[in-house]
């Protein structure tokens, strides 16, 4: 059914849609650029002799101020004097290797270098930084207490502070909520379209005439939350509610059709285990999804979904993802719909091009099996999309999505009169203005456009736009 394709790209704009909004966005460090052996410092450059008293106040310059082109030839020539101090040699390091990007390897000199001075407080906030940034947040809190426990100065008090309370945020729930009206050109995906399915020399003894699109004003909603608790390590119990539906004011006049009402509502609920680092995610997360339409329970689904994603470097993310999930429909789902089982992988990619900009992309294949072949399909789809948030204070922001797929059924259906081919678009549009807040609530424009076509076009061919103001609040 073309509806069920609404549902599944609906499900991943929302979650796209949240998993953007909770993500923290970083800036890249600028590097200092100085000629090698020497150091800028409050604007002017120095030569930095092979000496301890030189070398070791040059490093904490060169940490201090980002001017990380220089610390690997300090360290270097630190390491070869003697009586320096292996920790400080080690934390420079390990940081770093950190603004490289490579976090296994800066956490491990960092913990050696803790080893190495155990009562050194700058060692000691840059491991509990360290496993801030790595996700590893239980370590982190006891690292923070112990460095508050050590005695800092006021300003370094402060920095602690505010990493505690980014601690408490992290481990509290995130998502959004929104409530819309607006309109919907065809919710029952109806093309009115009329056909002979007999004729008799020159006259027409069957003729077919499918429903005729009905449009209707709309209600509509979204809550979309996302909770995590850390257990040990990078290892997490993941919780991820959604929820989204519409109610229309229309109802099918037809007293033969077997739909009603298309006021809908879909729920899902994800638990499962994640393990989150500075740059990886992978997540296994049984699930049970239910949908409701026609005033009942359509269906009740469980799967389960494997997901993998990792940062590349500070613009580029991808991901892959394998999916699988079983349909099983009430008494009165039955009336429209039928038990199947669905398989899909996926493979998706983001590119931040700048702070406010990002490019989103992916390939999803999908494989439905009916009990009977000519109900079954294979899928592929490809989707892109741009996020973009404008400079000022009205906070205005787009997110357009475009989606092409293309499905076709495994055996010919002779009440058909074909082996069914389709071809879909669907496009959606969101634009908001998060500086516009009234009691909290941010102001968005939701469009989508879907058109169907099929080898089979009489049955499965529609066209369908809703549009709808929704006002949403972000926590």
Not at 121 to 139: C, V
Request: aromatic share 12%; net charge neutral; charged share 20%.
């Amino acid at each position: 059914m073309p509806g069920a394709w609404a549902d599944d790209d609906d499900t991943l704009f929302l979650q796209e849609q949240t998993r953007r909004s909770i993500e923290q966005k970083t800036q890249a460090e600028e590097v200092l650029a100085a000629p090698p052996g020497t150091l800028m410092y409050e604007g002017r450059r120095y030569q930095v002799p092979s000496t301890l008293e030189a070398l070791t106040p040059a490093i904490y310059v060169a940490i201090n101020t980002q001017q990380w082109s220089q610390l690997p030839e300090f360290i270097e020539r630190y390491r070869a004097l003697s009586g320096h101090r292996p920790g400080l040699a080690n934390m420079a390091e390990s940081l770093y290797a950190r603004f490289q990007g490579t976090y296994p390897q800066a956490l491990r000199l960092m913990e050696l270098a803790s080893e190495q001075e155990p009562l050194d407080t700058r060692i000691q906030l840059e491991l509990a930084r360290l496993w801030f940034e790595d996700y590893q947040e239980k370590r982190a809190g006891k690292g923070f207490e112990r460095v508050l426990a050590m005695g800092l100065p006021e300003q370094a008090r402060m920095l602690v502070q505010q990493y505690r309370q980014a601690l408490d945020i992290r481990a509290d729930w995130h998502g959004s909520a929104a409530l819309g009206w607006g309109y919907n050109d065809n919710i029952n995906q109806g093309n009115g379209y009329q056909r002979c399915a007999s004729w008799i020399g020159s006259h027409c003894y069957i003729r077919q005439k499918m429903p005729e699109a009905i449009d209707s004003e709309l209600v509509n909603y979204e809550l979309s939350l996302q909770r995590r608790f850390n257990l040990v390590g990078n290892h997490n119990l993941q919780l991820r509610p959604l929820s989204y539906g519409n109610y229309y004011s229309e109802t099918n006049p037809s007293t033969t059709s077997r739909v009603r009402d298309y006021s809908n509502n879909l729920a899902i609920l994800q638990a499962g285990y994640q393990y989150l680092n500075a740059r990886d995610s992978v997540t296994l997360t049984p699930y049970v999804e239910h949908y409701y339409r026609n005033r009942a329970s359509d269906y009740l689904a469980h799967g389960l979904q494997a997901e993998w994603r990792r940062s590349l470097s500070r613009r580029w993310q991808v991901g892959t993802s394998l999916d699988a999930k079983r349909y099983e429909y009430t008494s009165k789902g039955l009336l429209t719909g039928a038990d199947y089982k669905q398989y899909q992988w996926g493979l998706s990619a983001s590119f931040s091009a700048s702070a406010g900009t990002s490019l989103y992309g992916g390939v999803n294949l999908t494989r439905k099996k009916y009990e009977v072949d000519q109900a079954s399909s294979r899928e592929w789809a490809v989707r892109g999309g741009v996020y973009h948030a404008f400079a000022g204070s009205a906070g205005l922001f787009v997110n357009a999505l475009g989606i092409y797929r293309e499905s076709r059924n495994d055996a010919y259906d002779f009440f058909l009169g074909g082996r069914r081919h389709d071809k879909q678009q669907v496009y959606i549009l969101s634009v908001g203005a998060n500086g516009w807040q009234v009691a909290g609530l941010t102001p968005e424009l939701r469009l989508r456009h879907s058109i169907n076509h099929s080898n089979i076009d009489w049955a499965f061919g529609f066209r369908q736009t809703e549009a709808s103001l929704m006002l949403r609040r972000n926590f």
